[in-house]
């Protein structure tokens, strides 16, 4: 913990801020300088919240030294993380492509879907089976149904299958059918979720909330870790700001921070990031070139006819003409795709 | 739904797009103007993305015209809800302050607590028995144990209680103890959780995202009026913003907003919404003054050995002190404290 | 300032960050801790960029401890400061109320304004001559026509004005008419300007950008104060959010903490941080309960006739209306209007 | 202008809203739904604001249809535009790739700065001379002296120059010395100074603001070209969010947007998006990977030891490395580097 004392901070604040700190079992280091005292101190961290000594008379600022998260950090495993979903691996050489419909509708979909993706040199297919809604009206998946179909197209095609998992109920379901199960942006901090999650010995896929930081993200990565689950993989897919011309703003730059303090891989969702169809390809182009672990697309056979999403869903020819741009793009940062 | 068609659009795009409307079951009125040509449609709305029209060849913009949420809105109820929860009113003519611990740490924390607030005039007491941490090495809670804990406490002063709900799961043991039912803030779009509190017949505040719009929050308020519980108290406490020097920005605009659009009442939660102790009371006066239905705020008999949140806990003098400034600024938009 | 190593910074990189340190004139205080090495350094911040130790390898965090403005501190002031204008002081026991239209349009116009909000009990009149507007197409004021008209209309009525200064070419114009020059948000880095007003001794009322910290204001408040002139008025005018439903969002609680850093005068511009006349009133009750000096806010005789902001600008009797209730609300905070 | 009336808007005020449409000489087209009425209003939209119909009675929601932009729109140049400085074309085949430091800061460092980005394959050099800075204590740059310095070591190495220009002063000096001049993020709506930059028959280099949208950055560009200059190139170079990891986050996604809507050249500028030297190479790639028309970059021979901005300037090598990878991406998206 440091604490900045303020420019007009007397002795006896100083000596209280002190006298807190080591009650709360922190070894306390002074440096006193012309105008601001600066107290650093060794301790237990994780059990103080700084805005405790934030709001006591004579502070300026108090912060944590230590990273909040421990075992989503870099130094846990400095080499980094591959996750491996069956024959398929994330964190590794090669860029991981899932892609596929936002929802399962029907067999004819999904097995079309199955097929498309998997030519184009997907690994991994992607379809909902629970849906969460801004509107109660909206479609709100096949459910149960919606998991045995997208197992069947996978299995014919020789995929890997990733699935949203909403709520920890769904966990047992959804670890039948999904490969790997993904945790909605809108359920990041659904904290009773993760920690059902990190007991599972199964692959996470974690996307980051719209409004979360990069620290929270790996907070929320901890969770599932602390379980004993280490298979997470975690996903950039846009954050909230004030331009609206696409629906989030995609932080590409989050792909190199979370590269230099975890070791967890990180994919990324263009079709989430941006909302329109239009500029899906750009942003996944930007991605890999970024250094992303891999990319979540949405791709489906008809998008005109799709019961959600439609209108952020690539045809499948472009979906092909996409992949022939990555592998051109890919060798620039050493991988393949 | 409108769609703008773009300037250059040639009129076999226009067609398309009628098409399109006319396919999914929407009258269309048109009107060509010198550069733009508009496309007015009337049909079912809630089953449509306006993307999906957005992405077609030709088309500058597309809208919904309705709102998305129907009994959330004030044409539903001109004349405004009154929620009650025991003896108390929320919606009417007298500001409802709700105050309390952050946690219930002790039998003695939250029996003085609960003197304390009463004193001054709370008729609600909040306290937490469930906690959502951004850490998972953080205190959690005391579970069912707080709530009993809770319970007494108010019931030694004729207090009406909240507490928050985290998971679907914890509904049947919080309708045992908390008059009203609390959704935290991450939890705004946790849809499943949303969707078993419309099935109560207890009051709910639901407290807004910090990265969602006053209409996602009408929109969460759907799911629960939709499923048949009307008794919905919105909570403003806070949005994600690029300042920091505090932990969050209060929307007090969203008040009167909220007021124009829906008929549901709203409270400010001043403790989240600043962080900081010291700037609590100048927001929950400020709410106040903006028309708020209610305050839910933090108060702690000994905000230095709090488990939780201390530093945006008010000490119970202080609270006090707050309560005598309300009491004037109330009268000065027709109301009592 | 504040170096935090890495966890596994070698020694080696951290005697890098000792021998830069004192190679840039610090003095250097070092914490030895378990996990982490801590560095504080005193010496010549304002000079040095923090980024460029955190760079280095090794580093976790870098950080400044002093304030980087000084003068705008409040340790310069502790009892803060009273900015007088004409018989006009801001900052004093009473809260200043600055009305007018957007912009002056003519005679009459600007004639029937004054006396109005002079009649509610307004002591200072705005009105724009030179407007910033976004699209080079829209109105963009009279010029000095309308500062001469401005002048003769607050001199009826014993008014003292404000309006804006667009470049530092018309400063000379401006400081012949106004007696407070603001500086509009879009210009608060605008530093040639700031400078240049530094060297007049004349208030300065100067708007916080759409995107900027407060610490930004006070920074840019600074170029102001070091140039000589100390009677600096801040204002808070709304910021950018992701919220759509006012054109921005008031920022509040930057009063109580510009109150806290900072010894100059506050007002808010509650026309500006809604966009809307519904929302006007319930923002400027909020700023008088949040502890503002004063206000600024637009008032027109006809707002539907007015050539800039009508939408904004309330109706003399709904002026007359905020007024009666403000003078309840002020009171509350020690004040009166 | 797109009118929508409220559910329970009474005929008298559609009637109003009509009438105040043809006030304004707008031809009205009404569309009657089962819910919502819906007014198209085709007239001069430029001329009048939203927000004088949105606060109207009965009024739910007031758009414009038309861009308020024009001449920077892709509809006056379908074909694009592509902007000549010297020998070098923005908005053509090649990727331009401008680099050079921060801050020019003496003849052996800038001469030195050029020889290294030439040979890497730069072909325009970068340099401040005027610099806007936070702090009034930090340097402000060489002025005339640097811009001598950096036209010297750009003819030297056969370079096109940028530099900064802070004010309409300073424009016919600048106009000696650069062959585009740059305008900063913090004066993207200093009016003055763009309109006088659009008497100029020289390129402008246009940054986006830190809390600009795409349409406002157009806007901008619009006073340029209205002005007579059709020589503008857009910059994205990072927008102020909630995430402090960087110090801006980049939106890489108003590449493609700007891409559809305007004809204008786009370029990035990855080392003010980021803050920091390490995510530079990322975000440099990301944007060529997107389809920017060129980049803007920091490089310093000696980081280290800048006046200015060195912790997110590159280093020669490690620019020279940025080189190659973007050579192996541009042909993805059908350019070279």
Redesign the interface.
């Known amino acids: 913990m440091?604490v900045?004392m303020?420019?007009?901070a007397t002795e006896s604040q100083v000596q209280a801020v002190i006298d807190?700190l080591v009650e709360r079992e922190f070894?306390v280091?002074r440096?006193t300088?012309?105008?601001?005292t600066?107290l650093?101190g060794?301790g237990p961290e994780?059990?103080v919240?700084p805005?405790?000594f934030?709001?006591m008379d004579g502070v300026?600022e108090c912060?944590r030294?230590?990273?909040?998260?421990k075992l989503a950090?870099r130094?846990f495993r400095?080499g980094g993380t591959v996750v491996k979903a069956g024959a398929v691996e994330i964190g590794g050489e090669r860029v991981v492509v899932m892609a596929g419909p936002c929802s399962v509708e029907s067999r004819d979909q999904i097995l079309r879907a199955a097929e498309q993706v998997a030519r184009a040199g997907a690994t991994v297919i992607r379809g909902g089976a629970f849906k969460?809604?801004?509107?109660?009206?909206?479609?709100q998946g096949l459910g149960e149904a919606g998991l045995v179909l997208l197992r069947e197209a996978a299995d014919a095609h020789g995929l890997v299958t990733v699935s949203e998992v909403?709520?920890?109920?769904q966990i047992p379901l959804l670890s039948r059918y999904a490969d790997i199960l993904q945790v909605g942006a809108?359920?990041m901090?659904?904290?009773?979720l993760l920690?059902e999650l990190g007991k599972l010995r199964q692959p996470v896929l974690l996307k980051r909330?719209?409004?979360a930081?990069?620290?929270?993200l790996l907070?929320s990565a901890?969770?599932i870790l602390?379980g004993g689950n280490y298979d997470v993989i975690l996903c950039e897919r846009g954050?909230?700001?004030?331009?609206?011309?696409?629906?989030n703003?995609?932080?590409?730059?989050?792909?190199?921070?979370v590269k230099?303090?975890s070791h967890l891989p990180i994919v990324a969702d263009p079709s989430h990031?941006?909302?329109?169809?239009?500029?899906v390809g750009?942003?996944a182009?930007?991605?890999?070139?970024?250094?992303a672990d891999g990319l979540l697309i949405e791709v489906h056979p008809d998008p005109?006819r799709a019961l959600?999403?439609?209108?952020?869903s690539l045809r499948p020819e472009q979906f092909e003409e996409l992949m022939q741009?990555?592998r051109?793009?890919a060798?620039?940062?050493g991988r393949s795709v």
């Open positions: 440091i900045v303020d420019e007009g807190r070894t280091h440096s300088g012309v105008v601001h600066l650093g060794v994780d059990e919240d805005a405790e934030l709001v300026k912060r030294i230590a990273s909040p998260y950090s130094h400095p969460p809604r801004s509107s109660p009206y909206s479609f909403m709520d920890s109920t809108r359920n901090q659904n904290f009773n920690r909330g719209i409004a930081t990069v620290e929270e907070l901890e969770y602390s954050i909230r700001t004030f331009e609206s011309s696409t629906r703003t995609m932080d590409l730059s989050a792909i190199p921070v230099k303090l990031g941006t909302g329109r169809r239009d500029h750009a942003m182009r930007a991605a890999v070139a970024a250094g005109d959600s999403d439609g209108a952020q741009q990555l051109i793009i060798p620039a940062v």
